[in-house]
T-cell receptor, first 111, second 114 residues
Framework: NAGVTQTPKFQVLKTGQSMTLQCAQD?????MSWYRQDPGMGLRLIHY???????DQGEVPNGYNVSRSTTEDFPLRLLSAAPSQTSVYFC??????????FGPGTRLTVT | DQQVKQNSPSLSVQEGRISILNCDYT??????FLWYKKYPAEGPTFLIS?????DKNEDGRFTVFLNKSAKHLSLHIVPSQPGDSAVYFC?????????????FGRGTQLTVWP
């Protein structure tokens, strides 16, 4: 299994640009989520999904959209990038009562 | 407001000694606690967990202790090794939640020196 994969690893955007961070898992996990980590902060939940077609907001959802059309994929869309969205983004997945399993992260810089 | 707190941003320990990382929480609904380890440029990896029905859980060199009355948990690493140098995140969730949403502390940077 490749586990949780995220692309790209690094991205630089200009303010106002849009982009999609990709996340995929090959473990048939029903739950998936997106977190962001800022310097000196813990990870904060952006959006999550409990299954294909079902998504909901986390703690810091503003400026981001998600969809879950398949079990495997959970892309995160930035609609109009802002400098405040400069962060490291982690996708995670889990099944049942097991711990969350995290991807390697995408480092995003918005100038 | 931070519901999970790690008040020590860093800890430095000599190889072979014990490392003790601390974590406090405020939400009484939390009943499942996890520690994640993170190396630079990698995602967090699950290390060890404990349910609120226990007060101790061991896995090799790693032991987590839970004091429910004090809303405090700690991670002990014995003996510490240079490869343990990483950021350690404490996380909590309410198992009654199907999602098992995690609330993270800010992390503690552990440095183990030879």
């Amino acid at each position: 299994n490749a586990g949780v994969t995220q692309t790209p690893k690094f991205q630089v955007l200009k303010t106002g640009q849009s982009m999609t961070l990709q996340c995929a898992q090959d473990m048939n996990h029903e739950y998936m989520s997106w977190y962001r980590q800022d310097p000196g902060m813990g990870l904060r939940l952006i959006h999550y999904s409990v299954g294909a077609g079902i998504t909901d907001q986390g703690e810091v959802p503003n400026g981001y959209n998600v969809s879950r059309s398949t079990t495997e994929d959970f892309p995160l869309r930035l609609l109009s990038a802002a400098p405040s969205q400069t962060s490291v983004y982690f996708c995670a997945s889990k099944t049942g009562g097991n711990p969350w399993y995290f991807g390697p992260g995408t480092r995003l810089t918005v100038t | 407001d931070q519901q999970v707190k790690q008040n020590s941003p860093s800890l430095s320990v000599q190889e072979g000694r014990i490392s003790i990382l601390n974590c406090d929480y405020t939400n009484s609904m939390f009943d499942y606690f996890l520690w994640y380890k993170k190396y630079p440029a990698e995602g967090p990896t699950f290390l060890i967990s404990i349910s609120s029905i226990k007060d101790k859980n061991e896995d090799g060199r790693f032991t987590v202790f839970l004091n429910k009355s004090a809303k405090h948990l700690s991670l002990h690493i014995v003996p510490s090794q240079p490869g343990d140098s990483a950021v350690y995140f404490c996380a909590a969730s309410a198992r009654g939640s199907t999602l098992g949403r995690l609330y993270f502390g800010r992390g503690t940077q552990l440095t183990v020196w030879p």
